[in-house]
Each structure stands twice: as structure tokens, then as C-alpha cells.
């Protein structure tokens, strides 16, 4: 039987970035929602950047040189904003266009790509902060509905024979090529979507932290509608 893990087990809602910040994880939760509803035409920015690559890297100065409508506009000072609030707080933040991102087929019957449900792992203590502004969102998955891919007898035993090495060695090898990190869902499992135009934070594993990372992962894309992503 699946175990319970209701949305409100897991994630914090709050109001503000100070909020966001500033609120700690504890017991279950490991995803922080700041819930918004976004003002902008961030469509027309997608479509005025003219992206031909998989993956396109915005920068600051590139949108600032986009002639652009009004709500146009105010998509990009919401952009230009959420950038600057989490680089002040010493973040890195990338805003990309994605149109898909690549697959792994190095080892098909375990895909390790960012389609597959994951966490992050950091050797510092840090989260994962992310919004999507138009396209599909990501998706996470309550611990309790998901099972780690190399706890299962049968992933487990085409790892070994992949590995082929001696058995003490067999995890080093597992955390050297991130099998560990991906998880599998459970049948009737519940994901939960991460909508468009919040700002999340995710629990990280790292060696500090007080909950289970969270898993998530990205989105199939759609319709060729690419998909404007600010992550760090």
C-alpha cells in the first residue's frame, strides 16, 4: 500500500523572499514554495530571444537590450529582479531557454538524466532554487511515494554486472556515476507540480542537512513550446 504524504507534509508555503530565505527546513519539509501570480508577457521575451539551440543561457545584458511591449516589459524586470534578489544572497542564478534537454543513453536501462526523478547533491550546504515562467514546470515527488533505483533487486543485480568489479568497490561506483541519486515512483505514486511562476527551494543532500533531499525532476517538453527556466 502506498504510504500517505499529502503536499502539506512536505512543502512550506510563505509570502515573501525574506520568508523564503530565512525559513529553515524541518521534519518532512524539504520544498519551499514563494506562490505568486506573475504579471508579464514572458511568452514574447521566449519568442523575441529566437532560441535555435537545445539549451540557451540568458544573461542580464541580453534582455536588457530587448525591445519589448509593455507586459513584455514587466516580465523582464520580474526576471531582472528574481536574478538580482538571489545573486545578493550569494547564489549563482542561470536563466535558460529550453527547448529539451539531452537524454542519456550511455546506460540504457538506467537513464540518469535530469527526466528521471533525482536529488541534488552538494559537498556544502546549500539548496536548489528555481522558477519556470512559461513552458512546463518540474514536478517533485514525496519521498514516501518514491523507492531509490539502486535499492531495487533487479536494477541492482545489471549495475553489478556493469560493474564487474570487486564487491567492496560496487557503492564508490554507484556515487561515482549518480545511480544513486535517481528514484524510481512507486505505483499510484503522487507527484506534485511546481506550477508557473513560483519560486521554489529544494532540500540538497549534503552533509549538513536535517531532512531528506527532495526529489524532482524535469519536465517531458510539449507542443515544441520551450520553456524559460531561472535555476541555482
Not at 9 to 23: D, G, K, R
Not at 201 to 207: C, N, Q, R
Amino acid at each position: 500500500m502506498l504510504p500517505s504524504s499529502p503536499a502539506e507534509n512536505q512543502i512550506c508555503y510563505v509570502s515573501t523572499f525574506q520568508e523564503l530565505i530565512s525559513t529553515p527546513f524541518r521534519g518532512e519539509i524539504n520544498a519551499m514554495c514563494w506562490k505568486r501570480t506573475l504579471q508579464g508577457n514572458f511568452e514574447e521575451i521566449v519568442s523575441k530571444l529566437n532560441s535555435t539551440e537545445n539549451i540557451t543561457t540568458i544573461e542580464p545584458e541580453t534582455l536588457e537590450a530587448l525591445t519589448l511591449s509593455v507586459p513584455g516589459q514587466r516580465a523582464r524586470e520580474i526576471l531582472l529582479s528574481d536574478w538580482k534578489l538571489l545573486s545578493a544572497i550569494g547564489a549563482s542564478p542561470v536563466l535558460n531557454i529550453i527547448k529539451y534537454y539531452d537524454r542519456d543513453d550511455l546506460f540504457p536501462f538506467f537513464p540518469t538524466d535530469v527526466y528521471s526523478y533525482h536529488v541534488d547533491r552538494s559537498p556544502i550546504p546549500t539548496y536548489t532554487f528555481l522558477c519556470t515562467y512559461y513552458g512546463e514546470p518540474s514536478d517533485i515527488l514525496p519521498n514516501a511515494h518514491g523507492k531509490q533505483k539502486v535499492l531495487i533487486a533487479e536494477v541492482r543485480e545489471e549495475l553489478k554486472k556493469l560493474y564487474g568489479g570487486k564487491e567492496e568497490g560496487f557503492e564508490a561506483f554507484l556515487t561515482e556515476h549518480f545511480f544513486d541519486l535517481h528514484y524510481q515512483a512507486l505505483p499510484h505514486a503522487q507527484p506534485i507540480s511546481l506550477g508557473v511562476g513560483h519560486l521554489w527551494k529544494l532540500a540538497v543532500d549534503h552533509p549538513e542537512s536535517q531532512v531528506l533531499p527532495c526529489i524532482h525532476r524535469a519536465p517531458k517538453e510539449t507542443g515544441g513550446i520551450h520553456r524559460l527556466l531561472l535555476i541555482c
